[in-house]
Every structure is written in structure tokens, then in C-alpha cells.
């Protein structure tokens, strides 16, 4: 059983009772390391609870490991994911994510995954570990691998063989009957509109078929935006996906763009202006160059939407990241009191360019993203559009050698390369005139505690992510090929998440924490995020006592 949600009333008395303060002012908050061992938090609990089930599932339901091998590596050293997320229907097209801590992990290291049924002969698929998405996590992939359509409900041996290990153990699978897949899926289906810039695609009975006359206009509005300031001619309309669950932070932009809408988008609510950033992304791949460092393209987006996820002065709270200095005042705890006309001390948080450049989606991501759009905007005010622009398309690969495209460092060399070539500048020479023009603007406490509480909210957001929403977290989203979903007909990885209570109620405090946010309300955004980082630290607590 689930203690942990049982403690949430406790939990809630005691953050009564104390008052509310933010800690470590001087430190960003640490970003946390995946857990080797997830499986007692992750949504693999609620694979196989059946839908009438009112007590909470243990960690192993539906998913029942046999003894570990005798092998130097054990089942224990893997972790097995199923999607889509939670109870799973005859029916489903089942796919797998076979973790491997990156300890563990060996170049050659393959994994059989088998289906026994009585229904039909065995059948088994080999897949090799190599990296997952963003941040490159280890794993073996089976895209819709197992379709359950046909079989009978109740319980699946599948088993797994990791080669050249030599390691096999079985997990038995729950389907539960087609008939009791909760609506709005049984008659969802895949649609698709068209506006003057895109063509979007939705899943009917959703939030987007609700609204989808505003949405077309959003879409319309901040594309006409984007095409204006980029200078570009709109030859194809763009794809958009809208989503009905959050993934990594609302948006994503390959192929095609990805965004989250819902009713409960714990990620915020600023649909505009990620669409914008996601349409910035697409326009500024098909304008083209060899080489479009991560920091620079990223900086791009956030700079021309105005913000990162909401309205921004982007230079002004850039500047309340540098370290403090002499005769400003420290920023009051309690985000109540907050001076207007004396400087506030920085919050020391500013990322040295060469530590971020090659490692841009690592660092702290809102301080990242944010460095990136403010040394954008110094550039462009200092050199103006054209000069920005032929810099940023002639930015080449130094040198010109495959190999060296994942080699470290290498997108700081060619970045070097290119400031030499087009400014007469070294990196170290731009951010020491960066940070001088940083170091010159007046940063009140309201833009610094803005600042804090954005870092505070979305590394929260994450932290729930990492524990009880892991098939959302950025670095590793389950984020399948939309085109083949559609294709396929498959809507059940986007409608099925984690929806126990304790989801919604934590949901809905990030929901409120980002909506105080917006209206200013400082201290009832750190409230809400004081309860949620409350549970995720009893959730940590009990996890450490196994």
C-alpha cells in the first residue's frame, strides 16, 4: 500500500503551523539525479489496478518480477516501463522502455522481449540499449510492440532476456477487459483543422476540440508574430499536435510541433506564448545553417516570444542572477516585503558561458534558457539583426569532421570560430561585455523574487515529474512519432496519465503556484510550492527507508 498518501494531512498540519520561507537564497535549488530504482514511484504501479479498484495498488501491481539471477546483473538492475500510462485494456498496443543504470550500461547489450499467450504462438522481439531521448538515458526501446487486440483479460507472462548477460526473469502483465477503457477514449479518434499558418491535429472529445476555434486563432496570430520579426515567407504550413497531457514543460518542436493543452496543465497556462516559441523553432530550422548551437537556438525562441513562459524583461532578470554586490540588499524571506527604489543583491546564479554551451539542456534549465535570451538581446542591441543573423546562419563545424559533432566542446568551438570571424571577438571577451551590461541594470526585489520563485517553480514541477509523472519528465518524455500515431489510430499514450488523487491534488497546487506567480502573489506561490515539495520530500523519505 501506498503509505505517502496517507501522510498528506500530516504533512499539511505542520506547514500550518510554521511559517512559510524559502531556503538556500545563495544556491539555485540542486537539480536531483533519477533514482537508480524508480519502480515504487513511478506510474508502473498503476499498471494492471483494475478500474473499479478503491484501495491504493501496492508498488508491484501488475508488474511481478520473478527471483533475481544469479548473473553479476540481476532483474533488480533493471527497470521495466509499459505505456501507455496506467491500466492497460485488451486492445492496447503495449510499449516497453527497458532501463538500465548507466553503471550497468555496456556498448553490444541487447534485450528479447517475449509474449506467451494461449491465444497465439510466442512471439519475441530483440531490441538494443542506446539513448533516449534529450538526455540520452539508456535503455531498450519497443514501440507498440505487443498488440494485446484479441487476447483474453486477466494476466500475460512477458519475458525478458538481456544478452549478452545472460539474464532472464518473466513480469506478468494485467489486461483488463476493452469494455472498461474509461471514456473520453472508446470514441476518441484523430482529427485534424486547418488555420492560414498550420494544420493542426487533435484527439476528439478533448479540451482542444472544445476550444478549438481559439486555438486556430492563437496559432494564426503568433505565427503571422514569428514570421514578421524572422523575416521569413511562410512557404508550407506548419504541423501542430495539440496534446491532452503534459509533457516535459507544454511544448516540443520537431518534425512537427507538440503542445499541451488541458484543462490542468500543471506546466502553465501560457499557451500563446509556447506556440510561439515552438513556431520560432520550426522557422528558424528551415532559415537554415550547418551549425545552430543549442544555447543560441534556444535563446532565439525565448527572445523573440518575449519570455520564456510568460512575459519577461529578459535583460533586467538576467541581471538578478550575477552574485551580489556591494550596498544591495538582501531580498526578504518572506517574499512579502519587498523594497522598489534600493538595489537587491543578486542571487549568484549565473552560469559561466562555457560550462553551458555544450551542455545546454543539463544546466538549470529556466537560469539556462533565460542567460541565453537575455546574451541574445545584447547581441542584437549591440550589432542589430542583419550582423546577428549572418553570424548565427555561418556558425560551422570546427572541423569539419562527423566525429568530432558529439566530441565535447564542440559546439563552444565553432560558436569561437564564428565570433572571431564575424565580431573579432573570443567567447571570453563577449561575456566579459555581457555581463558589464548586466552588471549596469537596476534589478528590483519584485524581479528577483520573480526570478527565484520561476526557478523554484518549474524545478518543482520536475521533481513531481521525476516521481510521479516520469513519462512527462523533458529529458526522457514519452513523446511517440505523432505521424504514426495517427496513422495508426492510437490516442491512448496521450489521453492515459497518471490520474490517481494525490496527482490531482499536487496538480492542482502547481496550478495555483503558477498562476500566483503570474498575478504577483508571491507568498501564495511559495505556499503552494512549500506543500507540494512537502509531499515529494515524504515520498523521497519513505523511499529512502527500503
Known amino acids: 500500500m501506498r503509505i505517502w498518501r496517507y501522510l498528506i494531512p500530516f504533512v499539511l498540519l505542520g506547514l500550518a503551523c510554521r511559517a512559510l520561507a524559502l531556503e538556500n537564497f545563495t544556491q539555485p535549488p540542486a537539480s536531483q539525479a533519477l533514482p537508480t530504482d524508480m519502480s515504487a514511484v513511478v506510474p508502473t504501479w498503476t499498471v494492471g489496478i483494475?478500474?473499479?479498484?478503491t484501495t491504493p495498488p501496492t508498488a508491484a501491481a501488475g508488474l511481478r518480477p520473478t527471483a533475481p539471477s544469479l548473473s553479476p546483473l540481476s532483474s533488480g538492475a533493471f527497470e521495466v516501463r509499459l505505456h501507455p500510462d496506467g491500466p492497460l485494456y485488451v486492445g492496447d498496443r503495449i510499449s516497453f522502455e527497458v532501463l538500465i543504470a548507466a553503471d550497468n550500461f555496456?556498448?553490444?547489450q541487447s534485450v528479447e522481449i517475449a509474449f506467451q499467450s494461449v491465444e497465439a504462438s510466442e512471439k519475441k522481439y530483440q531490441i538494443d540499449f542506446g539513448p533516449f531521448g534529450i538526455g540520452g538515458r539508456p535503455q531498450a526501446t519497443l514501440m507498440w510492440g505487443w498488440n494485446t487486440t484479441g487476447l483474453v483479460h486477466g494476466e500475460h507472462t512477458v519475458v525478458f532476456s538481456v544478452y549478452p548477460d545472460e539474464l532472464t526473469w518473466t513480469q506478468t502483465v494485467t489486461l483488463y477487459p476493452s469494455e472498461a477503457v474509461p471514456p473520453p477514449e472508446p470514441q476518441a479518434t484523430w482529427a485534424a483543422a486547418e488555420s492560414e499558418c498550420c494544420l493542426v491535429y487533435y484527439i476528439t472529445g478533448t479540451e482542444a476540440e472544445r476550444d478549438l476555434a481559439t486555438l486556430l486563432a492563437i496559432l494564426d496570430e503568433q505565427t503571422d508574430l514569428a514570421i514578421q520579426r524572422m523575416g521569413i515567407q511562410l512557404q508550407e504550413p506548419v504541423s501542430v499536435v495539440l496534446m491532452p497531457r503534459v509533457l516535459g514543460h507544454g511544448g516540443f518542436a520537431g518534425k512537427e510541433i507538440a503542445l499541451s493543452y488541458l484543462d490542468r496543465n500543471y506546466a502553465g497556462d501560457t499557451i500563446d506564448m509556447v506556440a510561439h516559441h515552438e513556431i520560432v523553432h520550426i522557422l528558424d530550422a528551415r532559415l537554415g545553417g550547418e551549425l545552430r548551437p543549442s544555447i543560441l537556438v534556444e535563446g532565439l525562441a525565448v527572445y523573440l516570444s518575449g519570455g520564456h513562459f510568460?512575459?519577461?524583461?529578459?535583460?533586467?532578470?538576467?541581471?538578478?542572477?550575477?552574485?551580489?554586490?556591494e550596498g544591495c540588499i538582501p531580498l526578504d524571506e518572506t517574499l512579502v516585503h519587498l523594497p522598489d527604489?534600493?538595489?537587491t543583491c543578486g542571487l549568484g546564479w549565473y552560469i559561466p558561458l562555457s560550462s553551458m554551451i555544450d551542455n545546454f539542456y543539463f544546466v538549470q534549465h529556466e537560469i539556462g534558457y533565460l542567460q541565453a535570451a537575455a546574451l541574445i538581446e545584447y547581441m542584437l542591441d549591440t550589432w542589430g539583426w542583419q550582423a546577428?543573423?549572418?553570424?548565427?546562419?555561418?556558425?560551422?563545424?570546427?572541423?569539419?569532421?562527423p566525429?568530432?559533432?558529439t566530441a565535447a566542446g564542440y559546439q563552444q568551438r565553432a560558436l569561437e570560430r564564428a565570433l572571431q570571424d564575424h565580431f573579432g571577438l573570443s567567447l571570453v571577451q563577449l561575456e566579459a561585455r555581457f555581463v558589464e551590461s548586466l552588471q549596469a541594470e537596476f534589478v528590483s526585489a519584485e524581479q528577483s523574487a520573480d526570478v527565484l520563485l520561476t526557478v523554484r517553480y518549474f524545478d518543482t514541477l520536475r521533481r513531481y515529474q521525476r516521481l510521479l509523472d516520469p513519462s512527462a519528465y523533458f529529458l526522457t518524455a514519452w513523446l511517440p512519432d505523432t505521424i504514426q500515431m495517427r496513422e495508426r489510430g492510437i490516442v491512448a499514450d496521450f489521453l492515459r496519465r497518471p490520474m490517481h488523487p494525490e496527482n490531482i491534488r499536487l496538480e492542482t497546487w502547481l496550478?495555483?503556484?503558477f498562476q500566483a506567480l503570474k498575478n504577483g502573489d508571491y507568498a501564495a506561490a511559495q505556499e503552494r510550492l512549500s506543500l507540494v515539495n512537502a509531499i515529494l520530500d515524504s515520498?523521497?523519505?519513505l523511499e529512502a527507508l527500503k
Not at 50 to 53: D, E, I, K, Q
Not at 310 to 325: N, S, V
Open 388 to 401: 546577428y543573423f549572418e553570424f548565427y546562419r555561418d556558425i560551422r563545424p570546427q572541423p569539419d569532421n
Open 341 to 343: 527604489d534600493q538595489p
Open 511 to 513: 496550478v495555483e503556484a
Open 310 to 325: 510568460k512575459p519577461e524583461a529578459l535583460t533586467q532578470r538576467a541581471a538578478a542572477l550575477l552574485p551580489p554586490q
Open 50 to 53: 483494475p478500474p473499479t479498484r
Open 403 to 405: 566525429e568530432e559533432q
Open 539 to 541: 515520498l523521497d523519505s
Open 106 to 108: 555496456r556498448p553490444g
